[in-house]
């Protein structure tokens, strides 16, 4: 168990800058997920942290050690791959096994150890088998157990999940959670998928173009974006976006138009905003009305229908019930609280409320 | 015999079974084929056969062009296997081939394994020198061979015949391209278990190249077995000619003693075909671990 420190991070691949200053601070045990959409540079993130790649500038630690210039073997970590990267010539057990070839356990010690992480995988009567011969989760499950054999302070993993079908992913995201209560190791978890992050994290880093644009638990991601990218990027559907300029406070969306808000800082009337209003935040219906559109698109999702509704030239999502949903060109009023409501500067992006 | 002549020969035999249990060709193009396939396993064959067939004659007999000998005898067999020579010759062969495998099969891929997994100044250069070496056609080569083994002292020694062949750029070059069929992710982990580069080589990247590995060491297995001019240039003393040059040898000035000669590598024709079968095995095996891999 480790702390890992990530101080002014600056990584260039020949000319090109990929990363630009990364600072993060992971506490002892916990759990925190770097999510942000492809090429942002989470992969390299944790590459970096595990020694794969070397830094172009700037510090790793991890406990109080700077590890820059440490051997990924000497780093106490431990990495599972988007490909498993299990050896299809090796037996469940061999591979298992592998990580502690370089340990000082005797061997029936390291066989009791390789049984043992079988008996939390549930998979004690695969280990003679071989990885051809193993569903993809089973594959997943060693390449877990491959990681988890040798006891590390940081797990890092990299999309592990990514090649699993929807069902099979649910319920591996629910074990690694799982396994993260019963071994308390400070885990780093790459994915692009939000929902993931969301689930799993007890913070979540969000990344894109090599910056962090937010780190947060997922409440605070999701209920108090830092900017535009991280509203937009947590939640699905995408939170509405709806352009107009402060004034008198109200924002103005058009002639006849304007929605009042409560904003505890100074905006300057005339200023460029952006009206965000989470899809479940804005419901078919009359009690906050904000405002009518026609109804041209709806998407029954069981328990709710999700409503495209043409508000005064551009398209809004909002939310109705599953039972009672409105009907297609029906002209619908739409409301939300005006605490569930979010403000941005539409120049540089960064949240106002 | 190589896997072509194997293929060639099995797909003759399928086209004259064909022909024998009266399946009708067709059309034109199959009939082509046919032919062609036919006329390629004849001429495969016909080399083989004969070879055996002149083995089992007398040496009044050699020059008939009877496939069937008038009168067979194993005498030739019998006096080649008694010859003291022979065995010395076959002895030598074996363990050039051998340690000569054994040596590509290592560097080679030792070699293959750098250029393909490693970033270094000077790789691309390194990599086109040593493709470059495989348009010097070897009987360029012989020459300066010849210079260097005498000055070494390496005239008429095992390690004379052996040492231009331990690594060949062919070789290096089939390694490196197989070694980009294991994903880095796999060297990776390796690395952060804890593993040198030599075990990760060794361990993990050598186990998922088998296949190629056995294709090299036929190979290069056939291709010293059956070596000719080199062994006979730096050889000089019988004792170390190896079993080509060993053969030619067979008969007098006068004489050419073909039946002999002919005996010898009907012999030495077992040794390949235990090569091959052996690795064999590995090719078909890494072909369905392949087909496996999720
Ligand atoms: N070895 C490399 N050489 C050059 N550029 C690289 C290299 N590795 C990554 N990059 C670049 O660095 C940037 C970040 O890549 P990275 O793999 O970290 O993205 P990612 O966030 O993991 O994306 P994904 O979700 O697709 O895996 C990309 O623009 C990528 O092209
Ligand atoms: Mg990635």
């Given at each position: 168990m480790a702390t890992v420190s990530i101080k002014n991070l600056v990584k260039s691949f020949d000319k090109t800058e990929v990363l630009h200053g990364i600072n993060l601070d992971v506490a002892d045990g916990e759990f925190i997920v770097l999510v942000g959409p492809?090429?942002?540079g989470k992969s390299t993130t944790l590459r970096i942290i595990a020694g794969l790649e070397d830094v172009s500038s700037g510090e790793i630690y991890i406990g109080d050690k700077m590890?820059?210039?440490?051997?990924p073997k000497h780093r106490d970590i431990a990495m599972v791959f988007q490909n498993y990267a299990i050896y299809p010539h090796m037996t469940v057990r061999k591979n298992i096994g592998f990580g502690l070839r370089t340990s000082k356990l005797s061997k029936p010690d390291r066989e009791k150890r390789i049984d043992e992480v079988a008996e939390i995988l549930a998979m004690t009567e695969l280990l003679e088998r071989r990885p051809s011969q193993l569903s993809g989760g089973q594959r997943q499950r060693v390449a877990i157990g491959r990681a988890m054999v040798r006891d590390p302070a940081v797990f890092l993993f990299d999309?592990?999940?990514?090649?699993?079908d929807a069902q099979l992913r649910t319920q591996m995201r629910l074990e690694i959670k799982k396994l993260h209560q019963r071994v308390k190791s400070t885990i780093i978890f790459v994915t692009h998928d939000q929902v993931e992050a969301m689930t799993m994290a007890d913070r979540i880093v969000i990344m894109k173009d090599g910056d962090i644009q937010q780190i947060g638990t997922p409440f605070e991601v999701f209920h108090e974006p830092a900017n535009m990218f991280v509203a937009q990027f947590i939640g699905a559907p995408s939170m509405n976006m709806i352009e107009g300029v402060w004034k008198d406070g109200s924002v103005k969306i058009s002639n006849n138009l304007s929605i009042a808000m409560k904003v505890e800082r100074q905006i300057a009337d005339g200023t460029k905003v952006v009206l965000g209003l989470r899809p479940d935040d804005l419901?078919?219906?009359?009690?906050?009305?904000l405002f009518e559109g026609t109804v041209h698109v709806l998407e029954p999702l069981g328990a709710e229908t999700l409503v495209y509704v043409t508000v005064d030239g551009r398209e809004v999502i909002a939310k109705a019930s599953g039972r009672t949903p409105p009907k297609m060109g029906a002209t619908v009023s739409l409301s939300a609280d005006a605490n569930n409501m979010h403000l941005f500067d539409a120049k540089s992006g960064e949240a106002l409320t | 015999m190589t896997t072509v002549d194997n293929l060639t020969v099995k797909a003759s035999s399928k086209t004259l079974m064909a022909i024998k249990t009266g399946k009708r060709p067709k059309n034109m193009g199959q009939i082509i084929r046919w032919l062609l396939l036919f006329m390629g396993g004849i001429a495969m064959v016909t080399p083989i056969a004969y070879m055996i067939s002149t083995s089992l004659k007398f040496p009044h007999e050699v020059?008939?062009?009877?496939?069937?000998?008038?009168e067979p005898t194993i005498e030739n067999y019998t006096y080649v296997l008694e010859d003291g020579r022979f065995f010395g010759w076959f002895k030598n062969s074996l363990v050039i081939a051998t340690l000569t495998t054994i040596s590509n099969v290592l560097f080679d891929s030792l070699v293959g394994y750098t250029l393909c997994k490693f970033r270094f100044p000077g790789r691309t250069i390194i990599f086109v020198a040593i493709l470059s070496t495989l348009m010097i056609p070897t009987e360029m080569l012989v020459i300066p061979w010849y210079l260097m083994s005498q000055s070494f002292g390496w005239l008429d020694t095992q390690w004379g015949i052996m040492f231009p062949g331990l690594m060949t750029a062919f070789g290096t070059f089939l390694m490196k391209q197989f070694f980009e069929t294991v994903p880095d992710d796999f060297i990776e982990a390796a690395r952060i278990d804890g593993l040198n580069e030599l075990q990760i080589w060794w361990t993990v990247a050598m186990p998922l190249v088998k296949p190629a590995l056995a294709a090299l060491a036929i190979f290069v297995f056939l291709g010293n077995w059956t070596a000719f001019i080199w062994p006979l240039i730096v050889t000089n003393s019988m004792e170390m000619y190896t079993l080509p040059v060993g053969l030619s040898t067979f008969g007098d000035e006068a004489d050419v003693a073909w039946e002999l000669i002919m005996t010898g590598a009907a012999i030495s024709t077992l040794p390949t075909l235990v090569v091959f079968l052996v690795f064999q095995r590995y090719i078909i095996r890494g072909v369905v671990m392949a087909g496996l891999k999720g």
């Amino acid at each position: 168990m480790a702390t890992v420190s990530i101080k002014n991070l600056v990584k260039s691949f020949d000319k090109t800058e990929v990363l630009h200053g990364i600072n993060l601070d992971v506490a002892d045990g916990e759990f925190i997920v770097l999510v942000g959409p492809s090429g942002c540079g989470k992969s390299t993130t944790l590459r970096i942290i595990a020694g794969l790649e070397d830094v172009s500038s700037g510090e790793i630690y991890i406990g109080d050690k700077m590890v820059n210039n440490l051997e990924p073997k000497h780093r106490d970590i431990a990495m599972v791959f988007q490909n498993y990267a299990i050896y299809p010539h090796m037996t469940v057990r061999k591979n298992i096994g592998f990580g502690l070839r370089t340990s000082k356990l005797s061997k029936p010690d390291r066989e009791k150890r390789i049984d043992e992480v079988a008996e939390i995988l549930a998979m004690t009567e695969l280990l003679e088998r071989r990885p051809s011969q193993l569903s993809g989760g089973q594959r997943q499950r060693v390449a877990i157990g491959r990681a988890m054999v040798r006891d590390p302070a940081v797990f890092l993993f990299d999309e592990p999940l990514s090649n699993l079908d929807a069902q099979l992913r649910t319920q591996m995201r629910l074990e690694i959670k799982k396994l993260h209560q019963r071994v308390k190791s400070t885990i780093i978890f790459v994915t692009h998928d939000q929902v993931e992050a969301m689930t799993m994290a007890d913070r979540i880093v969000i990344m894109k173009d090599g910056d962090i644009q937010q780190i947060g638990t997922p409440f605070e991601v999701f209920h108090e974006p830092a900017n535009m990218f991280v509203a937009q990027f947590i939640g699905a559907p995408s939170m509405n976006m709806i352009e107009g300029v402060w004034k008198d406070g109200s924002v103005k969306i058009s002639n006849n138009l304007s929605i009042a808000m409560k904003v505890e800082r100074q905006i300057a009337d005339g200023t460029k905003v952006v009206l965000g209003l989470r899809p479940d935040d804005l419901t078919v219906g009359d009690e906050q009305k904000l405002f009518e559109g026609t109804v041209h698109v709806l998407e029954p999702l069981g328990a709710e229908t999700l409503v495209y509704v043409t508000v005064d030239g551009r398209e809004v999502i909002a939310k109705a019930s599953g039972r009672t949903p409105p009907k297609m060109g029906a002209t619908v009023s739409l409301s939300a609280d005006a605490n569930n409501m979010h403000l941005f500067d539409a120049k540089s992006g960064e949240a106002l409320t | 015999m190589t896997t072509v002549d194997n293929l060639t020969v099995k797909a003759s035999s399928k086209t004259l079974m064909a022909i024998k249990t009266g399946k009708r060709p067709k059309n034109m193009g199959q009939i082509i084929r046919w032919l062609l396939l036919f006329m390629g396993g004849i001429a495969m064959v016909t080399p083989i056969a004969y070879m055996i067939s002149t083995s089992l004659k007398f040496p009044h007999e050699v020059y008939n062009l009877n496939f069937i000998p008038d009168e067979p005898t194993i005498e030739n067999y019998t006096y080649v296997l008694e010859d003291g020579r022979f065995f010395g010759w076959f002895k030598n062969s074996l363990v050039i081939a051998t340690l000569t495998t054994i040596s590509n099969v290592l560097f080679d891929s030792l070699v293959g394994y750098t250029l393909c997994k490693f970033r270094f100044p000077g790789r691309t250069i390194i990599f086109v020198a040593i493709l470059s070496t495989l348009m010097i056609p070897t009987e360029m080569l012989v020459i300066p061979w010849y210079l260097m083994s005498q000055s070494f002292g390496w005239l008429d020694t095992q390690w004379g015949i052996m040492f231009p062949g331990l690594m060949t750029a062919f070789g290096t070059f089939l390694m490196k391209q197989f070694f980009e069929t294991v994903p880095d992710d796999f060297i990776e982990a390796a690395r952060i278990d804890g593993l040198n580069e030599l075990q990760i080589w060794w361990t993990v990247a050598m186990p998922l190249v088998k296949p190629a590995l056995a294709a090299l060491a036929i190979f290069v297995f056939l291709g010293n077995w059956t070596a000719f001019i080199w062994p006979l240039i730096v050889t000089n003393s019988m004792e170390m000619y190896t079993l080509p040059v060993g053969l030619s040898t067979f008969g007098d000035e006068a004489d050419v003693a073909w039946e002999l000669i002919m005996t010898g590598a009907a012999i030495s024709t077992l040794p390949t075909l235990v090569v091959f079968l052996v690795f064999q095995r590995y090719i078909i095996r890494g072909v369905v671990m392949a087909g496996l891999k999720g």
